[in-house]
């Protein structure tokens, strides 16, 4: 292998696979929705070549970490055989589209196991969190310029036409709803550092973010994201003072939280009392919704679902493994349950959707409980875990996770938060050990 090639950084390395993921363009005003088999298809080929032919062979730090990796291969080895199987026996009407759905597996394999081939110490979670940091900044940069219509024709690119023409800021996703759920991590990532490192700048950014997810008016995202700010951020928070909190301490960072919180609240008051007309789409459903109204987005969802329960009852079988992609029937699944439910059966919603999800979560919260990290790690996974606890709420909505740019970092997030435990557990373990040997020592030294 070039030298060269082997004194690029794991900053680097992350950069170049965060940025070609968030910023190549699907050429969705161009090709349609063609345009995304060329992101994760070069996706799939840059990290094929980078774990294959210059990392090799994936070193694991320990058994309990190569059997968790084992679970999510088995998840997405089911995956495969998933898409395959019920194409083949249980579709009604295959077209050419429902075959690009193979990659999918293998993409998110590719993705999962990046963490495992870039991070190896603390100091590389240090350089991670610096490309979430560059990836947020590319997006403000991007929404900024969406919002000033100077270059209209960039968006074209990434969106659809009719997307470039309103006020929902896309960024470099193609529906707003994607832009918003990416947007949201960043959020709760930048409160977290505003109450733990306490600058003004993070405090700036929190404002910016929380401006740009408004901005969206993804009415299903903006919903969720109120939710987690009331419930999962300060769940969250908690997990790494818990200690505090059961002798009934109320930490600092609990009590920061709630400011920050009403900040964003007159925020919104005020977006609300002065740009009502700019984000009618937004406040018009969220007022609906609050007269018990019905919304056509939601109709339309139920609609969906119905249809998915009556294919599911039609046979035991698809009820298990779905009807393979069969786009020709139901092409555009809004929904994640919908999703996995109909293409996959409720074994795939199950195994698919479900367990991935959970585990994530439970690292997330195992990494928080550690106390061998570091405050300075936690704004980090703080964000990371608020993020995936609020998912299935904002995945009623849409299927997230499995479009492009977010199916790519939701999976490496995951393979992050395995990788991470294990690298701090490591960590505890070493710590340990020089305490028992300096202990020894001078015991020693004092028996001389």
């Known amino acids: ?21 968030f910023f190549f363009p699907s050429f969705r005003g161009v090709v349609g929705r063609a345009g995304s088999i060329l992101v994760n298809g070069g996706l799939i080929m840059l990290l094929g070549m980078y774990l294959v032919l210059y990392k090799g062979k994936i070193k694991f730090l320990s058994k309990p970490e190569k059997r968790v990796a084992l679970l999510f291969f088995v998840v997405f080895g089911y995956y495969a055989l998933a898409i395959v199987g019920s194409t083949l026996f249980l579709s009604t009407q295959v077209v050419f589209n429902d075959l690009f759905e193979v990659h999918r597996p293998l993409l998110y394999t590719l993705s999962f196991l990046l963490p495992f081939a870039t991070i190896q110490s603390p100091h590389d979670i240090q350089k991670l969190e610096r490309v979430l940091f560059a990836v947020c900044g590319a997006l403000i940069v991007l929404s900024l310029v969406q ?55 993070y405090f700036f950014l929190t404002l910016l973010v929380g401006l740009i997810v408004v901005l969206t008016q993804s009415r299903s995202v903006v919903g969720a994201v109120l939710v987690g700010l009331g419930l999962m951020l300060p769940i969250a928070i908690a997990l790494p003072t818990l200690h505090r909190l059961v002798r009934l301490k109320v930490d600092k960072s609990l009590v920061r939280l709630a400011l920050i919180s009403f900040l964003l609240l007159c925020l919104g008051t005020y977006l609300y ?10 406040i ?3 007022k609906r919704v609050l007269a018990g109204q019905s919304l056509g987005p939601l109709e339309g969802r139920i609609a969906q679902w119905n249809f ?17 992609p069969s786009k020709e029937i139901m092409s555009l699944v809004e929904s994640i349950y919908t999703y996995h439910v109909f293409r996959y059966g409720f074994l795939g919603l199950g195994i698919v959707f479900v367990v991935p ?21 936690w704004p980090m996974y703080i964000g990371i875990l608020a993020w995936l606890l609020i998912m299935p709420i904002a995945a009623i909505g849409n299927n ?10 939701y999976h490496f997030l995951l393979g992050c938060l395995v990788r991470s435990y294990y690298i701090w557990s490591a960590e505890k373990s070493t710590a340990a050990s020089s ?14």
């Not at 585990?359 to 570091?374: D, E």
């Open 435 to 448: 305490h028992r040997l300096t202990s020894c020592d001078s015991a020693q030294n004092g028996s001389i």
């Open 1 to 21: 292998m070039d030298l060269k090639l082997k004194k690029i950084g794991t900053y680097e390395i992350l950069l170049l696979f965060f940025f070609f993921a």
């Open 357 to 377: 999800a959970i585990v994530g979560i439970v690292f997330a919260g195992k990494v928080l409980l550690n106390r061998s990290v570091s405050a300075s790690y």
């Open 284 to 286: 018009h459903g969220f």
């Open 308 to 324: 998915a329960m009556e294919q599911a009852r039609s046979s035991w079988l698809v009820a298990l493994f779905g009807n393979g």
């Open 400 to 409: 997230l996770v499995e479009q492009i740019r977010i199916s790519f970092l």
């Open 273 to 282: 009392l002065t740009y009502s007309e700019q984000l009618n789409y937004l």
């Open 147 to 201: 919002l000033s219509g100077i270059a209209s024709p960039l968006f074209h690119l990434y969106t659809r036409p009719a997307n470039v023409d309103s006020l929902q800021v896309t960024g470099s996703f193609i529906a707003p709803y994607d832009m918003a759920f990416v947007m949201s991590l960043f959020l709760f990532h930048s409160i977290s550092l505003t109450l733990f490192r306490r600058r003004f700048g």
